[in-house]
């Protein structure tokens, strides 16, 4: 499992409310990611990072914003929750290409 | 832009039949295309990507560049086959995987 532990694994929030999703891994890899999937439209990136402070926004960023500030811990903050961001969210990681990336166990976020 | 295409959402079928999980993608450079799977209550895991050529779990695909695909076969369902599988294209210059939006695979017996 590459080492890659995200918290919380369930939480339910009211809209408005901001929260703060951690991922975190021992494998030393450079690159980590954010992704939501939802039904029907697979895997989507949210942000991701290249290495410590260096971040990028991805297909999705509106709402989320990220932080790396250690090489094992990403966290990723929805500043004020909306429904539209009920959602199962995957931390990954990677060495990059031609790597494939390793994948956490998936946080399930539901925004009331 | 790039862009992964699975075309079916749902594929049911028995034990012991073919199956073919279709992908298809768009873009500008050299494609490195990869198939991940989700088993029931686990996380996204590596099936097979297509540089290293393999077979795992009896499970192949073959780039098809002529036609932009890269669909992902088995000659012979098994019902612990039964997933969500993902088709996924690496964009170098970001080192970031797009993915198609998934099949779910159910194999009956």
């Known amino acids: 499992d590459a080492g890659i532990t995200q918290s919380p694994r369930h939480k339910v929030t009211e809209t408005g409310t901001p929260v703060t999703l951690r991922c975190h891994q021992t494998?030393?890899?450079?690159?980590m990611y954010w992704y939501r999937q939802d039904p029907g439209h697979g895997l989507r990136l949210i942000h991701y990072s290249y290495g410590v402070k260096d971040t990028d926004k991805g297909e999705v960023s509106d709402g989320y914003s990220v932080s790396r500030s250690k090489t094992e811990d990403f966290l990723l903050t929805l500043e004020s929750a909306t429904s539209s961001q009920t959602s199962v969210y995957f931390c990954a990681t990677g060495r990059g290409s031609p790597y494939e990336q390793y994948f956490g166990p998936g946080t399930r976020l539901t925004v009331t | 832009a790039q862009r992964v295409t699975q075309p079916e959402k749902l594929l049911s079928v028995f034990k012991g039949a073919p199956v073919e999980l279709k992908c298809n993608y768009s873009?500008?450079?050299?494609?490195?295309l990869f198939w991940y799977v989700q088993y029931s209550r686990q996380r996204l895991q590596l099936l097979l990507r297509h540089i290293s050529r393999e077979s795992i779990k009896g499970f192949t695909a073959d780039l098809n560049k002529g036609e932009t695909s890269f669909h992902l076969k088995k000659p012979f369902a098994q019902e612990e086959d039964s997933a969500m599988y993902y088709c996924a294209l690496y964009n170098n210059a970001g080192n970031m995987l797009t993915f198609g939006g998934g099949t779910r695979l159910m194999v009956k017996p």
């Open positions: 873009y500008s450079g050299s494609p490195e």
């Open positions: 494998e030393n890899h450079r690159y």
